[in-house]
């Protein structure tokens, strides 16, 4: 078994910024791609970002040259910096994760954090 623990989410104001993170821990033999997807009320969920164990990255168009996604392999953690936050950004933000455990690829959502962006 795999757990992803997410941390970072709150309340922050139009403009501000927040960091979230994700650690995987657990049956890890190798992590292939670990990525932040976002559920907003009545909407189903969508990608927000991505980064393989090679560093490429991709981002949903609305979030291009706001939000930056990076990855520490040696920690299996991911991170998202979020800059100029819209109130359309507010969601809850899950963390999600492809790998090997060792005996079969698998893939794993961690439990979510709630970003909210209001004044």
């Known amino acids: 078994q795999v757990q992803l623990v997410e941390s970072g989410g709150g309340l922050v104001q139009p403009g501000g910024s927040l960091r979230l993170s994700c650690a995987a821990s657990?049956?890890?033999?190798?992590?292939?791609?670990m990525g932040w997807y976002r559920q907003a009320p009545g909407r189903q969920r969508e990608l927000v970002a991505t980064?393989?164990?090679?560093?490429?990255?991709n981002y949903a168009d609305s979030v291009k040259g706001r939000f930056t996604i990076s990855r520490d392999n040696a920690k299996n953690t991911v991170y998202l910096r979020m800059n100029s936050l819209k109130p359309e950004d507010t969601a809850v933000y899950y963390c999600?994760?492809?790998?090997?455990?060792?005996?079969?690829?698998?893939?794993?959502w961690g439990q979510g954090t709630q970003v909210t962006v209001s004044s």
């Open positions: 999600n994760t492809h790998l090997h455990d060792g005996l079969q690829p698998r893939a794993y």
């Open positions: 657990g049956s890890i033999f190798s992590i292939y791609v």
């Open positions: 980064i393989t164990s090679g560093g490429s990255t």
